[in-house]
Structure formats: C-alpha cells, structure tokens
C-alpha cells in the first residue's frame, strides 16, 4: 500500500501545485525546500522547458532532493544559497513557494526574505505561503504568537496582494494533512501624476495637464522616475463622451505606466480605463497624492486585474 509521501509525490503534489497556479515552462522558487514535498512536484508541474530552483540551510536535506530529483530523471531542479540575497536575477520568477519555512525566521529575517522574493518575481507573479506553526496551527518558535491575519499584514506590507486563501490537503513532514495557503500577487506598477507647477496637481481634468510625473511603486516604496511633458492636441469639446484624438495623444505620452492620478478626469475618462486605472486623489500637492497611492496599493492592484471592466477610484487623504 502507498504510503502518503509516495502517493503525494506520484500524484498529489503536481495535482495541488497545478490547483495554486503553477504552469508549464515556468520557473519557480522553493525557499526552504527541505527533502522536496513540493520541489519535486513543482519540477514535474513545470516540465523540461520550467525550472525550480531550491534553496535550504539543511544540506542533508538539500542532498536527499538531488537524489530524488536524479532517481526520477528530473533534470529541471537547480540548488542557489540559502543566503539573504537570493543568487536570482530581478523579475526572473514566476512562483515562489514558502512552505513551513517562516517560524524559523524572526520578524527582520522574513522582512528581509519578502523583499528578495519581490525583486526575483516577476509583476503578477505569485507567492505562495503555508504558514505552518502559526498560533492557531500548532505554534512554534518565531510564528507562535502570530495569527494568519497578522501574517497576511506583514506579507502585504512587503508589496504584495493576498489573492486568495485556501484551506487544503497538503503535506507536512510526511503526512498528508488539512493546512491554510496563502496566495499573494507581487505588487508593482507605473502612476503617473498630472501637474501644472511640478507641485500641486492641476486644477482641470487629467488630460490638460501641463506634466506628469510618473513614479514606480512596488515593495512597498514609491520612487521617482521621471517627468513627461503632455502632447499639446487641440481638444474638440463638442463630441460627446471626448475627443478620441485627445485620448490617444494623452495615452501615447504615456507608454509604459499603468496608472493615471490626477484630482479630475474629463470625459474621456471611459477610454483610458480601457488602458489604464483611474485614481481621482482628492488631495493638492503630488507628495500627498504619492503617500495617499502608497497606502492604497492593494486597492489599486485589486481594479487594475479587472481590465475593461475598471471603475475609477476615488482616494482621500485619512484624518
């Protein structure tokens, strides 16, 4: 008779993986992979063209894997450091799985980790999160006094949206058992704010304005980029629902962002939602448009994933 581990990695684990969202052809990140419950899984999910890669303080841990992985003829799973810089180049991961892994790791430890994690995975890419030992699930070292809300917040305050939680049966230490996933999405995307005086954001609507200042927010950080100058387009205020011209002119000057910030829009607003997500900051200067965007993150990813079926948001600075 097959034991859980034996059916768990002939069937169990590729079926679960495929059910968080992992791919063909894609590369994915095991970060504390121990023996390899999910590596070996994850290699036979993304096949030849995939790759995993598989980091873990346990060198014995790390071995038995090897062989595992060399025993099925999977030739796809690549060991990198445990180390605090994860040896990956920026936006090259598609999954990044943490699997009973953050109870070894304090507060700064997994700050640290959830920082790496969203340099190396590409925008959209997943993180995948079994927090094992928290408080309500046998509690354990440094996740004892942490609940999965807590857990959710500090992941979330690293750049990332929860997209989804899942209550499913999984493998821990051999055995297959009822467990809570965590499914994030890496947050990371272009605004552009819409000014007259490099100061304040302008009076009209967004498509008059003088500039735009475009700032890239991600890992929780907003930084400056640069300053686009608008494309002057004559508007023609007499066609209802906007000038189609103008829209275009607006949304040329503007390759490359993903959102658009600005105290009003006119009427072509419809038409850049169908490129864009449309804040309305109800605030005067872009400092605090920027501040007010940065603790609205999630929000804003949230409306951007709906593509043509946007609604504008309205944002308010908290009193």
């Given at each position: 008779?097959e034991?859980?581990?034996e ?6 684990g ?6 968080i969202?992992?791919k063909?052809?894609q ?20 096949g030849?063209e995939g ?7 346990d ?6 894997l090897?062989?595992?992985a060399e025993?099925?003829?999977?030739g ?7 180390s ?7 936006n ?5 799985l ?20 969203h ?9 995948s ?7 309500s ?7 004892s ?33 009822t ?8 947050i ?16 009209s609507?967004?498509g ?20 686009r ?10 066609i ?30 419809t ?14 200067s ?14 804003i990813?949230?409306e ?16």
């Amino acid at each position: 008779m097959e034991s859980d581990s034996e059916k768990w990695l002939a069937y169990g684990g590729e079926e679960f993986l495929r059910e968080i969202g992992i791919k063909e052809k894609q590369n994915i990140l095991d970060f504390g992979c121990g023996d390899g419950a999910y590596a070996i899984p994850a290699a036979k999910a993304v096949g030849g063209e995939g790759r995993v890669y598989v980091a873990d303080k346990d060198g014995n841990a790390i071995e038995a894997l090897l062989n595992e992985a060399e025993s099925r003829g999977l030739g796809n799973i690549f060991q990198i450091p445990a180390s605090q810089r994860l040896n990956l180049d920026n936006n090259s991961i598609d999954a990044a799985l943490l699997y009973d892994v953050l109870h070894y790791m304090d507060e700064n430890e997994r700050k640290n980790l959830y920082g790496e994690i969203h340099r190396v995975l590409k925008t959209g890419g997943i993180l995948s999160v079994y927090p094992k030992h928290n408080k309500s699930d046998w509690p354990m070292w440094n996740l004892s006094d942490r609940g999965i809300e807590d857990i959710i917040k500090e992941i979330e305050n690293s750049g990332f949206h929860l997209e989804r939680k899942y209550r499913k049966r999984l493998m821990h230490n051999g055995r297959n058992e009822t467990g809570t996933v965590l499914n994030f999405r890496k947050i990371s995307f272009t605004v552009a704010f819409s000014t007259d005086d490099r100061k304040n954001l302008n009076d009209s609507h967004f498509g008059s304005a003088k500039f735009f200042h475009i700032y890239e927010f991600g890992n929780g950080k907003a930084e400056f980029v640069e300053e686009r100058e608008n494309i002057k387009v004559e508007e023609d205020e007499s066609i209802k629902g906007g000038d189609p011209e103008k829209a275009n002119a607006t949304a040329g000057a503007l390759k490359g962002v993903d959102v658009l910030a600005g105290r009003r829009f006119g009427p072509n607003i419809t038409r850049m939602l169908n490129r864009f997500a449309c804040v309305i900051v109800k605030t005067d200067s872009v400092e605090n448009a920027v501040n007010i965007v940065q603790g609205n993150m999630n929000r804003i990813m949230e409306e951007m994933s709906k593509g043509k079926d946007r609604k504008h948001i309205i944002l308010r600075e908290q009193i």
